[in-house]
T-cell receptor, first 115, second 110 residues
Framework: SQTIHQWPATLVQPVGSPLSLECTVEGTSNPNLYWYRQAAGRGLQLLFYSIGIDQISSEVPQNLSASRPQDRQFILSSKKLLLSDSGFYLC??????????????FGEGSWLTVV | GQNIDQPTEMTATEGAIVQINCTYQTSGFNGLFWYQQHAGEAPTFLSYNVLDGLEEKGRFSSFLSRSKGYSYLLLKELQMKDSASYLCAVRDGWPDKLIFGTGTRLQVFP
């Protein structure tokens, strides 16, 4: 069966510091991968999605970036965090686009507090 | 534009039935999802509708009307553990981008 893991689970970082959140998926090949953010009291916002290695699309312009160095690894990064980057970050995966009716499954989430 | 609307909060009594509505206006449509999210946790998948009609899964059912841009999630025999936020999400075209509503926070009282 497929599993998804992301880490770290919680993170407290000062303004201006770098960020790296990592996500890996097991049990499937060539998944679609996503990064979402959920700010306090707000809905889930899609940040990045990827259909393959080094194929990243950005949904929202910001100081965050994403990379996919391996098929089942997705990394969210920032060079300099802002206070507004605080939130709950969720990695997610789904089967490739040619698999109709597939569901998006979420990792455990990473709580980021920028202070 | 993309717009998904759900009530912000609902309350219900243990053992009762509650219906959470969702209306959507999106540029594309390739299915509608419902997720459950307990406080501080990741969303978990509940149901998926791509054709009109009712999908039943145990105590939970989900309905879709594509012509009306409308869905609802029906929870029967409510339990205290059903207290959570319920997220409506529309798959907008390819490749499986999900557009989420802000969620409905359901509180179940004894």
């Amino acid at each position: 069966s497929q599993t998804i893991h992301q880490w770290p689970a919680t993170l407290v970082q000062p303004v201006g510091s770098p960020l790296s959140l990592e996500c890996t998926v097991e049990g499937t090949s060539n998944p679609n991968l996503y990064w979402y953010r959920q700010a306090a009291g707000r809905g889930l916002q899609l940040l990045f999605y990827s259909i393959g290695i080094d194929q990243i699309s950005s949904e929202v312009p910001q100081n965050l970036s994403a990379s996919r160095p391996q098929d089942r690894q997705f990394i969210l990064s920032s060079k300099k965090l802002l206070l507004s980057d605080s939130g709950f970050y969720l990695c997610a995966w789904s089967l490739p686009a040619d698999s109709s009716g597939n569901t998006i499954y979420f990792g455990e989430g990473s709580w980021l507090t920028v202070v | 534009g993309q717009n998904i609307d759900q009530p912000t909060e609902m309350t219900a009594t243990e053992g009762a039935i509650v219906q959470i509505n969702c209306t959507y206006q999106t540029s594309g449509f390739n299915g509608l999802f419902w997720y459950q999210q307990h406080a501080g946790e990741a969303p978990t998948f509940l149901s998926y509708n791509v054709l009109d009609g009712l999908e039943e899964k145990g105590r939970f059912s989900s309905f879709l009307s594509r012509s009306k841009g409308y869905s609802y999630l029906l929870l029967k025999e409510l339990q205290m553990k059903d207290s959570a936020s319920y997220l409506c999400a529309v798959r907008d075209g390819w490749p499986d981008k999900l557009i989420f509503g802000t969620g409905t926070r359901l509180q179940v009282f004894p």
